[in-house]
């Protein structure tokens, strides 16, 4: 089973400012079959990267994944006041079981 | 639009099983796999298991092996997801989730059904 491992767990920062969120996987990711999801409370995730890089339907370009192999990261160019939740990693590649990382916050400084 | 509708809340005794409902609407039932995922209050996200709707191979995470029971009905377009012998340890809420190719993710996910085990 690959473990996936977020950092940091809580990032503070300001409307405006960029965000990076990293996602270590303890093996190579298969066909880079990463996503990204973003939930605010009481709330469904919502799928924002799939396939480490590629944006989801409707998805505003302030949002952009990176990464291959064992490390991934999502970025936000400059944040949003909507922007503010709990992001979430998820591996799909391979055989299943098809992990999440225990999840980063992204709260207002 | 594409439209994943779960079953409502439920409340469980230890012991007892669950099943769960995912309806799906505004696409075709036979072309996208569905996912289970859930989350216990306050913590992250936990990919359960997941069924081909054309044909219904599944595959299950090793922890709900044979616990779980995840189905799919075409003529109403809906999977179930059943997990039985509940603990208190199984609160949480359930989402299913549609995944339309090898290489996305879970792209429309359902409202979440609220499951609470308690004696």
């Known amino acids: 089973e690959i473990v996936l491992t977020q950092s940091p767990g809580t990032l503070s920062l300001s409307p405006g400012e960029r965000a990076t969120l990293s996602c270590r996987a303890s093996?190579?990711?298969?066909?880079?079959?990463l996503a990204w999801y973003q939930q605010k409370p009481g709330q469904a995730p919502r799928l924002l990267i799939y396939?480490?890089?590629s944006r989801a339907t409707g998805i505003p370009d302030r949002f952009s994944g990176s990464g291959s192999g064992t490390d991934f990261t999502l970025t936000i160019s400059r944040l949003e006041p909507e922007d503010f939740a709990v992001f979430y990693c998820?591996?799909?590649?391979?055989?299943?079981?098809?992990?999440f990382g225990q999840g980063t916050k992204v709260e207002i400084k | 639009q594409v439209q994943l509708v779960q079953s409502g809340a439920e409340v469980k005794k230890p012991g007892a099983s669950l099943k769960v409902s995912c309806k799906a609407s505004?696409?075709?039932?036979?072309?996208?796999?569905i996912n289970w995922v859930r989350q216990a209050p306050g913590q992250g996200l936990e990919w359960m298991g997941w069924?081909?709707?054309?044909?219904?191979?599944?595959d299950y995470a090793q922890k709900f092996q044979g616990r779980v029971t995840m189905t799919t009905d075409t003529s109403t377009s809906t999977t179930y997801m059943e997990l039985r012998s509940l603990r208190s340890d199984d609160t949480a809420v359930y989402y299913c989730?549609?995944?339309?190719?090898?290489?996305?993710?879970?792209?429309?996910w359902g409202q979440g059904t609220t499951v609470t085990v308690s004696s």
């Open positions: 989730a549609n995944r339309p190719s090898a290489s996305y993710g879970l792209e429309v």
């Open positions: 505004g696409y075709t039932f036979t072309s996208y796999g």
């Open positions: 069924i081909t709707a054309y044909n219904g191979n599944t």
């Open positions: 093996q190579s990711v298969s066909n880079h079959y």
């Open positions: 396939h480490a890089s």
């Open positions: 998820q591996q799909y590649g391979g055989s299943p079981p098809w992990t």
